[in-house]
């Protein structure tokens, strides 16, 4: 029976060098071969993945944790964060000398020219550190915004924004997206936008932003390489992403 495959990247089609595996990307090929539609479900903005697209041949995804949402190459969902919210948070985070890092689907951009908790986290995505430009989330839909800060001092966001979701996905990084905002949202649009049950849908992640998907799905894969709450989340649990996890999920489901 067709089904519909949505693929987180980073930690999932990504080892731990940041690149696919020649198997897994043999596998996303065979699957599709069977009759089975390719989602990716990222946290990265549009201009973050299109190696990967065009690597995999993919023409529909979801970008900012649900926030951009892509089918057959034409976008069918798109939600920024609030300005009067983002002008606030951006506030308090220069109160408190944390960088922030402001995304819209063609570029990021630094509310500071350089600061070393950026240059770590997002040279991990083999990406450099963004330019700055001031007061660039003013005039443009900004989708997903990143804090730097530490997990002790991320507490304070959480309780004075409660219209914000946080997101830890780095030690030193954290996204903010609009609360109730997900994979598992944009895979909630899509089933009803395009007619397809849940049931028929199948999700692959590892991180803490892959939680809500992985409970969403008919059935939720959580790599071995999973943080500790998403591994708890899963319908069933693979190898490390290193040891040729997502190929023997997919064995394991029969996709290929």
């Known amino acids: 029976m067709k089904k519909v495959l949505f693929f987180d990247i980073d930690g999932t089609l990504f080892n731990s060098k940041k690149y696919i595996p020649i198997k897994a990307k043999e596998a996303v090929f065979e699957a599709r071969k069977k009759g089975h539609e390719i989602f990716i479900a990222t946290g990265r903005a549009p ?17 900012f944790n649900g926030q951009y949402i ?5 976008v069918v969902f798109n939600k920024g964060i609030d ?8 506030d308090f985070a220069n109160i408190h000398n944390h960088p922030m890092v402001y995304m819209n689907a063609e570029k990021m951009i630094s509310s500071i020219s350089y600061h070393p908790h950026i240059e770590e986290s997002i040279s991990s995505l083999k990406f450099s550190h963004p ?26 966001y959480r309780e004075t924004f409660p219209l914000l979701k946080f997101v830890r996905w780095h030690r030193v990084s954290v996204d903010i997206l609009p609360k109730g905002a997900s994979k598992a949202k944009a895979i909630e649009f899509l089933c009803e936008h395009f007619n397809i049950a849940v049931e028929d849908t199948i999700a692959f992640g590892d991180g803490l932003n892959d939680i809500e998907m ?7 894969v959580c790599m071995g390489n999973g943080h500790e709450e998403a591994l708890k989340r899963a319908n069933y649990i693979t190898d490390h992403v290193d040891d040729d996890g997502l190929v023997k999920a997919m064995k394991y489901l029969n996709l290929i």
């Open 47 to 63: 201009f973050m993945i299109q190696d990967v697209l065009k690597e995999l041949e993919i023409n529909s995804y979801i970008c």
């Open 70 to 74: 892509v089918y057959n190459n034409e």
């Open 83 to 90: 300005l009067n919210q983002l002008k606030t948070v951006s």
């Open 131 to 156: 330019q700055y430009e001031k007061n660039f989330y003013l005039n443009q839909k900004i989708y997903q915004s990143l804090v730097f800060c530490t997990e002790e001092e991320e507490l304070s």
């Open 214 to 220: 992985l409970e969403t799905v008919g059935f939720g």
